[in-house]
């Protein structure tokens, strides 16, 4: 598994596409071919290198000693197979990453620094960590903003005890994810670490759907849902950095693939950060960040058993379970929650006679709340109605964050009585009654469609994301 990247960076800017080369700054990175490199040199080993079909990638090697990759050359004579593995993956990658409309990683063809590879290929250095399985290294970045940056990638020799299959299986994990963050900085080094290692992950599922690092890792999201994405817990790597994964998972698969990029070229141009990035290209695309995180957090609440027929990923049977948190239906009853930032809160329900169910917070909207209807265990995202009304039968409450802001955000949820009705008015059994439960909305209501009703919408889109063919967006 993954446990990548001294800088972990991203983001893009067309403004860097015209013009004369800017100029480079000082060398930042040493390599394992020079003495002092930070994560470790071949000293006095002999080295070689491999040139991958395509000629855009380099792997050096040792010969001998700990950061040798294993001797088996069953692919071609006196090329060990690790090396030509290494080789076809990154140019998968490259190429993939060319078909999505990625700008190549820079060249470090002019690097200021004494040694560059002796090519302006893109360099992969195998070699032997002792706590992680790959970096990507920063040679040289030029000058100007945006930030942009030419570099190198470091990456496990045999992946003996990293969690793979295999020696082969770690390399088509890590080249990939690791040639992204040389993506990334090809438009802007200073993008948040979530992103950068969520989009990463994203991008080399791309290169290899069948291989499953990406859902490996996501049970450190679904196990906090509470916790703001872009907040991860404290410490230089965790999980939690690459389960965001699960995000530009949702985004490419609620819109399309070239949704991340526009993120990445959205954020070179403003530097506001990855989130008011998002803001701004699903500005662009007639939707919202309040709007897609509620969806996206219904989404995650329709995993592994409780992964409907139809609605919510395209793989959510594959992903994690989220647990939820048991909320009684009595009248009276009330439930209180402290949210932050866009993080989210599940709840199951359930009540064989129809009850009110509102949300209460502060005068500032800060949490939005949907109900999802379960059938037969399965949670029936692509119904999703607001929370405020009546309801019977099994459910899930999601309250989702809407704002940015990092201070506490106090809702509650109550069990309000459903009001009799009167002679000539109907009764909630003439209401269509949508998988065991019937919503109304409270008298007085608006019915402009809002967050909370515009997820049954998009939502409802959720039928033909799970239909949906991959699309390749040049």
């Known amino acids: 598994m993954i446990q990548a990247g001294m800088r972990q960076l991203a983001a893009l800017g067309a403004l860097v596409l015209t013009g004369a080369p800017a100029r480079a700054q000082v060398c930042e990175g040493a390599r394992p071919t020079q003495s002092g490199a930070p994560q470790g040199s071949y000293g006095a080993a002999p080295v070689d290198h491999y040139d991958s079909a395509s000629g855009r990638a380099r792997v050096h090697y040792a010969r001998s000693g700990p950061h040798a990759p294993p001797a088996a050359a069953s692919l071609e004579p006196d090329v ?127 290169v290899y759907p069948e291989l499953r690092d990406l859902e490996r890792f996501l049970p450190a999201y679904f196990d906090n849902p509470w916790r703001p994405l872009n907040v991860p817990p404290s410490g230089p790597i965790t999980d939690f950095l690459y389960a965001t994964a699960i995000w530009p998972v949702y985004l490419s698969e609620r819109f399309d693939h070239a949704i991340v990029r526009e993120v990445f070229e959205q954020f070179a141009q403003s530097r506001d950060g990855a989130f008011p990035a998002t803001q701004q290209v699903l500005a662009a695309r007639g939707s919202s960040l309040e709007q897609e995180f509620l969806a996206f957090a219904a989404a995650n609440a329709a995993t592994a058993e409780r992964a409907p ?79 405020q009304g009546s309801f019977r039968g099994d459910g899930i409450i999601v309250v989702a964050g809407q704002s940015l802001a990092r201070v506490d955000a106090p809702f509650t949820l109550r069990v309000t009585s459903v009001k009799p009705n009167l002679p000539g008015e109907g009764d909630d059994d003439d209401q269509p009654d949508s998988a065991g439960c019937a919503l109304s909305r409270r008298p007085g209501a608006h019915s402009k469609l809002g967050p909370g009703l515009a997820i049954a919408a998009m939502l409802g889109l959720g039928a033909s994301i799970r239909r949906r063919r991959r699309r390749k967006d040049a």
């Open 80 to 206: 060990p197979d690790a090396v030509i593995v290494a080789a076809q993956a990154a140019d998968d990658a490259l190429a993939k990453f060319d078909e999505l409309g990625y700008l190549a990683p820079l060249s470090d063809q002019a690097s200021p620094c004494s040694a560059n590879g002796d090519s302006e290929a893109v360099d992969i250095y195998l070699m032997n960590f002792s706590a992680a399985d790959g970096q990507a290294v920063v040679d040289h970045c030029q000058e100007g903003t945006p930030k942009r940056c030419a570099g190198f990638v470091l990456v496990e020799n045999d992946f003996k005890s990293a969690g793979y299959a295999d020696t082969a299986e770690g390399l088509r994990t890590v080249v990939p994810h690791e040639l992204f963050h040389l993506v990334q900085h090809a438009y802007d080094v200073d993008v948040e670490p979530w992103w950068a290692e969520g989009s990463a992950q994203w991008a080399a599922k791309q």
């Open 309 to 387: 027929a139809e609605g919510g990923y395209q793989h959510a049977a594959d992903y994690p379970l989220l647990e939820l948190t048991p909320f009684t239906l009595s009248a009276g009853n009330e439930l209180m929650e402290v949210a932050s930032g866009l993080g989210a809160f599940y709840y199951s329900v359930s009540t064989p006679t129809p009850v009110g169910l509102e949300l209460e917070q502060g005068d500032v909207k800060r949490v939005e709340a949907v109900l999802l209807p379960v059938v037969d265990g399965h949670a029936q995202v692509a119904n999703s109605r607001p929370l």
